[in-house]
């Protein structure tokens, strides 16, 4: 299959090349630091298209984007001459409430997911912005607010339909193709097209929580509140420290706009009558500024953010994980987040303990079960002329933090910059990583993530 007309012949999806109507807005990513021109991008309706797709790349030996969400920071959902798999027509999620699953298509994003299973009063770990991808965050692990209690989204995957790089379809699960299941929870999109994700529920339906805001000058407070609260608080408790300018919203007051805050973003998922007394025990870390803390279902929690975080931003992201949040590393974030260089940008301090805990460390690829807090620094602003500014920020916050870190981070809120600590992601994993990757993807079809080389 050598040529575009055959993939066009091959495929049911519309097949997006240079001077095509739709090519301008087909090559768009989220981050608009990416602005690259494929070859071809072809919008695949089924597994069968994904299967074409993936022989045009590798028959051609062009360079292979795989995007679902689109939400890659470091832009791996596009290739200047490359193949583009954009999964967005394969968004349908379907709940079987007896069995307490749903079945999401490769390109879903937690909106998609979360409003199907909420009709049902269930839910998972997802993401807290809607317009993420199910696939792509799932497949490095999945932090959310539901984690300490559900764990982490992987965690909570039974199967996945897999394309692998010589085109062939697998399901991958505790029964079949158990080596690829395994590499698949956190090891990253290195292994193959996942057409559709199968999830374990659990009954979520309304939380309690939002986000409170705290003065600067009780950010070390605050933050040794929440570390040394949280580790005995009960796991539906989730949530996490932040440090946020305050955007120009209705329960912030107006003087108070465009000065940055530590937030405290929570979310109870247990019985809501016990929400106000389990949020509370935040307000006793220092005095509230402003918040906006309530019941809520959960999909409206895990969009609040969306519209800080529109597509069209440029983003520069790094992140470690933290074992000890100690008061050395709180000093340091004391000293970088006053410098946040726009509205949008924001750091956050996710716990990851819990459930997340009972997974053993080789259970699945994701590598960091001994660690507390998973932390990035996330650099979004709207003007590229910021980006020489913004990435220094985000690079000076995060050296003066590596020393009080573990050496790995979670490979979803990495810069592209960061292919050198693959193997730190994945520490006692990485080996094992390795070997299914040259089982599955001898010939690194699947290079364009935090690339694990056979
Ligand atoms: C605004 C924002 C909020 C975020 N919030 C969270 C959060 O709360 N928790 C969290 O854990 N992470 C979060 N992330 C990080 C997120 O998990 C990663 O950016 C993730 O890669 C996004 O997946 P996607 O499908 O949206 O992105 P895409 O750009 O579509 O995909 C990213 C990469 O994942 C792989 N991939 C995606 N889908 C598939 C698939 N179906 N089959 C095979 N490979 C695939 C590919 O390698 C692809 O290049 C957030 C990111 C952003 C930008």
Avoid at 168 to 175: C, G, T, V
């Amino acid at each position: 299959m050598g040529t575009i007309e055959d993939l066009r012949e091959r495929t049911r999806g519309l097949v997006v090349a240079e001077g095509d109507a739709e090519y301008d807005e087909a090559r768009r990513v989220y981050n608009a630091m990416h602005d690259k021109r494929p070859r071809v991008v072809v919008r695949c309706e089924n597994a069968g298209d994904v299967m074409a797709a993936v022989d045009f790349a590798r028959t051609n030996e062009l360079d292979l984007a795989v995007r679902g969400g689109s939400h890659s920071v470091p832009g791996f959902g596009t290739a200047d001459g490359g193949v583009v798999i954009d999964l967005n027509a394969m968004r349908n999620v379907r709940v079987d409430p007896l069995t307490r699953t749903a079945r999401a298509g490769g390109g879903a994003t937690w909106g998609d997911f979360n409003s199907a299973t909420h009709a049902f009063g269930l839910a998972t770990t997802g993401g807290i912005v809607s317009t993420t991808g199910v696939g792509g965050l799932t497949l490095g692990g999945g932090i959310g607010y539901l984690a300490r209690g559900l764990g982490l989204s992987c965690d909570n995957l039974v199967s996945a339909d897999v394309v692998t790089a010589d085109g062939r379809f697998l399901i991958a699960s505790e029964k079949e193709n158990d080596d690829l299941f395994w590499a698949l929870r956190g090891g990253g999109g290195n292994f193959g097209v996942v057409t559709a994700l199968e999830f374990r529920l659990a009954p979520v339906s309304t939380v309690y929580g939002g986000p409170m805001l705290f003065e600067m000058d009780d950010a070390a407070a605050v933050v040794t509140g929440f570390r040394d609260m949280i580790k005995d608080a009960p796991e539906q408790l989730g949530g996490f420290p932040a440090f946020q300018i305050a955007p120009p919203l209705p329960f912030i007051p107006e003087n108070r706009h465009g000065e940055v805050f530590t937030l405290i973003v929570g979310c109870w998922a247990g019985d809501p009558d016990q929400g106000e007394a389990q949020i509370a025990k935040f307000r006793e870390f220092a005095p509230v500024v402003a918040e906006m803390v309530g019941p809520m279902p959960y999909p409206v929690l895990n969009s609040a953010f969306d519209e800080l975080v529109a597509p069209g931003l440029q983003h520069y992201w790094k992140a470690n994980f933290v074992t000890e949040l100690t008061d050395d590393a709180i000093q340091g974030h004391l000293r970088h987040a006053p410098g946040l260089p726009a509205v949008n940008s924001t750091v956050h301090i996710y716990p990851i303990d819990g459930a997340c805990h009972r997974v053993t460390p080789d259970g699945t690829a994701f590598a960091y079960r001994d660690a507390n807090f998973a932390t990035v620094i996330a650099g979004m602003w709207p003007d590229p002329a910021q980006n020489e500014a913004g990435i220094e920020w985000v690079r000076s916050y995060y050296d003066d933090l590596a020393p009080l870190s573990e050496s790995g981070g979670y490979i979803n809120f990495m810069a592209g910059d960061d292919q050198g600590r693959i193997r730190d992601n994945y520490k006692q994993n990485y080996d094992r990583l390795v070997e299914v990757k040259r089982k599955y993807d001898p010939g690194n079809l699947f290079h364009l993530n935090q690339n694990i080389m056979p």
